[in-house]
């Protein structure tokens, strides 16, 4: 499976941004996928998740009431939307599935994922 993350940009803070993450090679009917951002001196911090088959979702403290994450199975595409942007929210953005239909206490694991897409930008600055 090859993973394709796209719409990331410059937003003024409170603004909005929607990532999408398209899948190709096979169906992400199963496992879990999930949303990352990293930046520069910082580790990989794991953001929203979303089990492909059962829609659970996760989320990290920092991010829940303001960030979704949501699938389109049809079209085999995630979405993360990111509302009330913060400049804290500035980061590469990076989708990742698992084949695992991970948990609580696991899906922010970066070890759990298989793949990766390329990460896209999101810089929140006035």
């Known amino acids: 499976v090859q993973l394709q993350a796209s719409g990331g940009g410059l937003v003024q803070p409170g603004g909005s941004l929607r990532l999408s993450c398209v899948a190709s090679?096979?169906?992400?009917?199963?496992?879990?996928i999930g949303w990352f951002r990293e930046v520069p001196g910082k580790g990989r911090e794991g953001v929203s998740g979303?089990?492909?088959?059962?829609?659970?979702?996760f989320y990290s403290r920092s991010v829940k009431g303001r960030f979704t994450i949501s699938r389109d199975n049809a079209a085999n595409t995630f979405f993360l939307q990111m509302n009330n942007l913060k400049p804290e929210d500035t980061a590469v953005y990076y989708c990742?599935?698992?084949?695992?239909?991970?948990?609580?206490?696991?899906?922010?694991?970066?070890?759990?994922?298989?793949?990766w897409g390329q990460g896209t930008q999101v810089t929140v600055s006035s």
């Open positions: 990742a599935w698992s084949r695992y239909t991970l948990i609580t206490s696991t899906w922010s694991q970066r070890a759990q994922y298989d793949t």
């Open positions: 090679g096979r169906s992400l009917d199963s496992g879990t």
């Open positions: 979303i089990r492909a088959a059962y829609g659970t979702t």
